[in-house]
């Protein structure tokens, strides 16, 4: 984690230490809601965050291959193992600028049926990328409607949460000299935000027993999503659903803080500009399947970006692409080979599926790599 010292004295930082003097130090997780969802000043309310201009760029913004083999691979899933059924709804958590959802839609052209029969569902809570999805999907107007509920669209359907889970707040614990307590963000002596340990409900049995060596200053970071699998379970309870994740993160489980803030492509302290920096973790995706699993859903992967994109066909897409468009070839060879970088974005994203008991594996996961996860703590 950067943290120079630096603080910016943004609106929301202001709230923020009002908030923590009436009420206390605020937990990790309180905190990124905060920042990202905050009515008034988060992040994700008002921000222009996507693409060049903005704060990051997704794979979507980076090659327009990544979101065709998504549309390719819905309309086999929608055929081949959900049976084509009509209608499908089509959803996206965390649609950004709706870049990837319109690659999707234009490549599932070519899957006889499917875009006839499909509707499109976006879960978006910020008022501003919902009008800028609006204006990128606006020749599929009459297919799309807005949600901000995990559950509130009819099945059969296909989910995809495309780098939406590493803006999942997490809470933290941290190891001190006198034990395990909660990381939480307080305001210092001089009125500026800063990282403390507290005292509150902790689980030091637990860490004690799994890092029993652990040093002072070791964090352990769980994101919340038992909400997420309740979600998946109820939509899998009134019908068959194939959910695709892909977002950076492990696949083991391991200690460390992964908590950044980056803002105008820049790392900073996650306390340097609140509001004004966008606010991920890695995501743990040892944790998320065992809790997809426990929820009673059945699991594909994880499997690295690398090698899902390239059981896609991902090269072989590409080059028809370039042949197609010799001026942009150099653009497109680029673009596929950041996706693919086995020492960036191909080896860093991972790729998981859940989907309902009793359907198929999904395609894109080799049979050696289906995930068997053994059911971990309630």
């Not at 990202?36 to 090659?63: C, E, K, M, N, P």
């Not at 970071?221 to 909400?227: A, G, K």
């Amino acid at each position: 984690m950067i943290d120079n010292g630096l603080r910016r004295d943004t609106p929301l930082s202001r709230r923020i230490k009002e908030r923590i003097r009436r009420d206390g130090p605020m937990t990790i997780d309180a905190y990124m809601s905060a920042c990202l969802w905050d009515t008034d000043y988060g992040y994700y309310r008002h921000q222009r965050v996507f693409g060049a201009s903005g704060d990051f760029i997704t794979a979507a913004d980076i090659s327009q291959v990544f979101g065709e083999l998504l549309g390719v691979w819905a309309g086999v899933v929608w055929q081949g193992v959900l049976g084509a059924p009509n209608p499908i709804t089509l959803v996206e958590y965390g649609p950004g600028r709706g870049t990837m959802m319109r690659d999707v839609l234009r490549a599932a052209r070519i899957v006889p049926g499917f875009a006839k029969v499909a509707r499109v569902h976006l879960v978006e809570a910020s008022g501003a990328l919902i009008e800028m999805q609006g204006a990128t999907l606006a020749d599929f107007r009459d297919m799309l409607s807005w949600g901000r509920e995990l559950d509130e669209f009819n099945p059969p359907a296909i989910i995809f949460a495309n780098e939406f889970l590493d803006a999942w707040p997490a809470a933290q614990w941290i190891k001190t000299v006198s034990g395990w307590h909660i990381r939480a963000v307080t305001v210092d002596g001089s009125g500026e935000l800063q990282f403390a340990a507290i005292n509150g409900d902790c689980p030091r049995e637990a860490f004690e027993a799994l890092l029993p060596d652990a040093p002072p200053g070791t964090v352990v970071e769980s994101q919340r999503l038992d909400q997420l699998a309740e979600a998946l379970k109820a939509l899998a309870d009134r019908g068959p659903i194939a959910f695709l994740m892909i977002d950076y993160g492990h696949t083991t489980p391991a200690a460390g803080d992964t908590l950044q803030a980056i803002r105008e492509h820049k790392y900073e302290s996650p306390l340097t500009s609140p509001g004004e920096a966008d606010l991920t973790v890695h995501v743990n995706f040892y944790d998320l399947a065992s809790t997809l699993h426990r929820a009673g859903l059945a699991l594909d992967g994880p499997v690295t970006q690398a090698e899902f994109l390239g059981s896609l066909g991902i090269v072989e897409r590409a080059s028809r692409l370039m042949a197609a468009n010799p001026v942009r070839a150099g653009e497109i060879e680029t673009g596929v080979a950041r996706l693919l970088a086995p020492n960036g974005m191909g080896s860093r994203f991972k790729v998981l599926a859940a989907r309902s008991p009793g359907l198929a594996s999904l395609p894109g996961f080799s049979a050696a790599r289906v995930a068997s996860v053994a059911p971990g703590p309630a």
